[in-house]
């Protein structure tokens, strides 16, 4: 049956509907751990994601929402199946070609926000299209911009240590928007955050959400999932539940 089903998925889905944003068909991550014994992370995982869709996935540890998250953001490589982000399969690419798919399609928040300590917010949120190889005047005129559309422009000359806690979020996110990304993916992000600016942040989602961005959260809150327009529960390495929530519009 499993060869049946995977013989499937390569018949159906070489060619991803156009607004199917994330792609994934019988997806598979296997970590040997020695001693003959393997680990199963997912086992066979099916979903599609559409453009501008706003999906939470959630699961107590140990459920794989981590080894997701990794291949979705191309982080990693799947030991089976295949992976397509925006119309691209990128699950037999190298990494050097996944580091170039990571800084042009996907957008990183993470719950640590990952800023460079001595870096003003506009320099932290400039660093992808210095790796991208953006002129210096396109660089400055772009960050502003992502910084404005996160109501943070007044304090781009601030470094982090001069910033509360959301307000290095909104940095992060801006940095995230900088490439006009395929999907933005959140890990966390208001994991280190107190409730009033961690629902800040959400709200800031809500927003980026309505503008046409497609969002991927990652979390173990139901609170924070709540926000989202569709759920995806993991559990042992494959989806116990997918559920539309009451705020999908």
Known sequence: MATEVAGMSERTAVTPPDHCMICAEDLWKTYDM????????????????????????MGPSGSGKSTLMNLIGCLDTPSAG????????????????????????????????NLLPRATALH???????????????????????????????RMMHKPNELSGGQRQRVAIARALIN???????DEPTG??????????????????RQGNTIVLVTHEHDIAAYAHRVIHLKDGVIAGDERTKRES
Not at 193 to 200: I, V
Request: proline share 3%; net charge negative; aromatic share 8%.
């Open 34 to 57: 020695g001693s003959e014994q393997q680990v199963h992370a997912l086992r066979g995982i099916n979903v599609r994601i559409n453009r501008n869709e706003y999906v939470a996935i």
């Open 192 to 209: 280190n955050l107190d409730s009033q600016t961690g629902n800040e942040i959400m709200a800031l989602f809500d927003r980026l959400h």
């Open 124 to 154: 932290n949120v400039e660093l992808p299209l210095i790796y991208a190889g953006i002129p210096a005047e396109e660089r400055v005129d772009r960050a502003r911009g992502a910084l404005r559309a996160v109501d943070l422009e007044s």
């Open 82 to 113: 295949r992976y397509w982000l925006n119309q691209q399969l990128v699950s037999d690419l190298d990494d050097d070609e996944l580091a170039r798919i990571r800084n042009k399609e996907i957008g990183f928040v993470f719950q640590t926000f």
């Open 180 to 186: 006009d990304p395929a999907i933005i993916l959140a």
